[in-house]
């Protein structure tokens, strides 16, 4: 038996029934039991939400666990705590860990640590190849018979075709996901950052759209030909944008993600050779921003996802030819997503609500992103009133390594809930 819990007065905004507007929810034994107003149960534990806003848990569908192998830089505990304090309920896990996971008996490694560890729903990826070395597949139907929802090569892609031709067949034929890193690494020529003005500032290899396009062209049209449900990594470039809407217009398996990083940032952000801002694909021009925004919000960017990839501060110190690729992201995003797209009205709350909870959840195939009733209890509520600075000091997270320390954001996480228990409360430990 699980807590019952009523929220109080909050304002709710739910995709899946469509509801915005100010409710009560109550949350009995791990689901969600009714919705309405001036709700009441005997015995409950009450909050009162006035002020504040109330989603379905979010859902990340692209975390770097670090676990096993790389736990110095994160790792079960602090990923689950990081997540939990940035509203979000349900996330994946990517597969290059070290060893990578690429067989069922690495995936259950995971699993259940997670299981006995953290409170959140922790859902692990399986690489697509062996080893991730893009030279022999994985046993998929193994890997799917283990519980596995989604395949990636991320970090890389899948760079021989017909390879990857043939795993799309095979993930296909299971009816699972593949998560697509875009990134035609034969192109890539020692990069660092993008291939523009800026990196010739900097004195730094660049990194051309055409690396990622090339790839999401290529992988779409084998998606076409496979039958397989694509979702697109982190896009970057307008490129991408322009690859996914043509997907869709012919009815495509194809979805499509997109990083604060890259609808907030572009390389003129990029104030010196710093770490912090290297991560792979890189900031692209302010062009690429404006695209992304765009497709997201008329609906061709369906996620909105992280990619933390935490790192330690001495790794990130090396400046952007010798630091690795990568940021956190988990701890920020709604926040992030809620001040620079909802308060200017570039999406509404309801789409960053679909965004961030209720699509993904529906492109993973896994229970959430839903506030109606008897749907599990996954709940996020912010104040989205709340203004206050980024400072990564405070981060759950093992990783510090964000380009946004020191920005000025509106939206606090107040209370995260999964599967009926607060796994997180501002201002508790």
């Known amino acids: 038996m699980g807590q019952t819990l009523l929220l109080k007065n909050g304002y709710m905004a739910d995709p899946d029934t469509g509801y915005e507007g100010y409710a009560d929810l109550l949350i009995r034994d791990g689901l969600i039991e009714e919705a309405g107003p001036d709700l009441s149960a005997h015995g409950a534990a009450v909050y009162d939400l006035t002020g504040m806003t109330v989603l379905p848990g979010l859902v990340d569908l692209h975390v770097h666990l670090r676990d096993p192998g790389q736990t110095h830089k994160e790792d079960l505990v602090t990923a689950s705590e990081a997540a939990a304090r940035g509203g979000v309920t349900t996330l994946l896990a990517m597969p290059n860990t070290t060893p ?10 995971v699993t259940e ?26 046993d998929i139907e193994a890997l799917a018979a283990s519980g596995v929802k989604a395949f ?23 009816d699972l996901l593949i998560c697509d890193h875009c990134e035609e690494i034969t192109m890539v020529e020692g990069g660092v950052m993008n291939d523009d003005a800026n990196a010739r500032r900097l004195d730094l290899p660049g990194i051309g759209n055409e690396v990622e396009d090339v790839i999401a062209a290529r992988d779409v049209i084998l998606a076409k030909h496979t039958g397989a449900r694509l979702h697109l990594c ?43 801002f290297k991560m792979n694909p890189p900031l692209r021009s302010k062009e690429d921003v404006l695209a992304l925004r765009e497709g997201l919000k008329n609906g061709v960017i369906d996620c909105i996802s992280t990619d933390h990839a935490p790192h330690s501060a001495d790794e990130k110190s090396r400046g952007f030819r010798k630091s690795p690729f990568g940021i956190v992201g988990i701890e920020t995003s709604a926040a ?15 789409q960053m609500a679909e965004k961030m909870s209720f699509n993904p959840a529906k492109i993973l195939r896994v229970p959430g992103g839903s506030l109606r009733p008897g749907m599990p209890a996954d709940v996020a509520v912010f104040d989205f009133e709340k203004v206050y600075t980024i400072d990564p000091g405070t981060f759950a997270s093992k990783g510090k390594n964000t380009p946004f320390a020191g920005r000025t954001v509106f939206g606090e996480t107040v209370m995260t809930i999964a599967g009926g228990e607060i796994v997180y409360e501002r201002g508790k430990r």
Do not use: W
Request: some cysteine.
């Open 113 to 138: 640590k997670a299981a006995k560890v953290t409170r959140i729903h922790i859902l692990q990826a399986s690489a697509i190849t062996k080893d991730m070395a893009g030279e022999e597949l994985t």
């Open 336 to 350: 992030l997503t809620y001040t620079e797209l909802v308060r200017p009205g570039v999406i509404t709350l309801m």
């Open 152 to 174: 990636s090569e991320d970090g890389k892609s899948v760079m021989n075709a017909s390879l990857m031709r043939k795993a799309m067949r095979r993930i296909a034929g299971e």
């Open 234 to 276: 982190h896009c970057s470039t307008a490129g991408s944008v322009r690859i996914l809407e043509q997907a869709k217009k012919q009815q495509l398996p194809v979805s499509g993600e997109v990083c604060p990083h890259h609808f907030i940032l572009s390389s003129d952000d990029i104030p010196c050779d710093d770490g912090n």
């Open 100 to 109: 990578p996971m690429d067989r069922p008996e690495r995936i259950r490694y």
